[in-house]
């Protein structure tokens, strides 16, 4: 894996060690780390599916948010102090996706306003959604399955 800042993991957990931890995915081990408090939000145990976003540093992925079993994403803060609200706003965003008959595919990504979740319909289309932090459909868009931006999420969609 490269230096990245907006990698995305997705796999099975196989071992813990306090606030690190790592992941099996479809490429190969990933060694992350949640940092103290974000240990403190999540209680992780081998075997546990994780979905990850965070960045690639040299030795390991350092987790900004992360969704247990295909749960609601909970963003995790390494040393800076983290909005209460977060995970209200996450909640009612995905709340907004399933309400408009979408599958969440991936984890969702907080930008400063809104949210951009890709979505899955029933006939397997994908799309792109902007939900404001009041659970607002802002617009939405269709994704190729060809799509660059989307394509980590898209590939392991299958």
Same mark, same amino acid.
């Given at each position: 894996?490269? &230096?990245?800042?907006?990698?995305?993991?997705?796999?099975? /957990?196989?071992?813990?060690?306090?606030?690190?931890? =790592?992941?099996?995915?479809?490429?190969?081990?990933?060694?992350?780390?949640?940092?103290?408090?974000?240990?403190?939000? /999540?209680?992780?145990? /081998?075997?546990? &599916? /994780?979905?990850?976003?965070?960045?690639?540093?040299?030795?390991?992925?350092?987790?900004?948010?992360?969704?247990?079993?295909?749960? =609601?994403? #909970?963003?995790?803060?390494?040393?800076?102090?983290?909005?209460?609200?977060?995970?209200?706003?996450?909640?009612?965003?995905?709340?907004?996706?399933?309400?408009?008959?979408?599958?969440? =595919?991936?984890?969702?990504?907080?930008?400063?306003?809104?949210?951009? #979740?890709?979505?899955?319909?029933?006939?397997?289309?994908? =799309?792109?959604?902007?939900?404001?932090?009041?659970?607002?459909?802002?617009?939405?868009?269709?994704?190729?399955?060809?799509? &660059?931006?989307?394509?980590?999420?898209?590939?392991?969609?299958?």
């Amino acid at each position: 894996m490269t &230096h990245d800042d907006h990698t995305n993991v997705s796999g099975n /957990v196989t071992d813990v060690f306090a606030h690190r931890f =790592v992941v099996a995915t479809a490429t190969g081990r990933v060694l992350a780390d949640l940092g103290t408090r974000g240990a403190e939000k /999540v209680k992780l145990l /081998v075997g546990d &599916h /994780v979905d990850l976003w965070g960045e690639m540093k040299p030795s390991e992925l350092k987790v900004s948010r992360i969704a247990q079993s295909g749960g =609601v994403a #909970i963003s995790i803060g390494h040393g800076k102090p983290t909005d209460d609200r977060e995970d209200l706003y996450a909640a009612a965003a995905l709340g907004t996706v399933a309400a408009h008959g979408f599958a969440v =595919v991936g984890v969702p990504r907080r930008k400063p306003k809104h949210f951009e #979740i890709l979505g899955r319909g029933k006939g397997g289309d994908f =799309v792109e959604l902007h939900i404001e932090l009041n659970g607002t459909l802002r617009n939405s868009k269709p994704v190729p399955a060809s799509d &660059h931006e989307w394509a980590q999420e898209i590939k392991q969609a299958g």
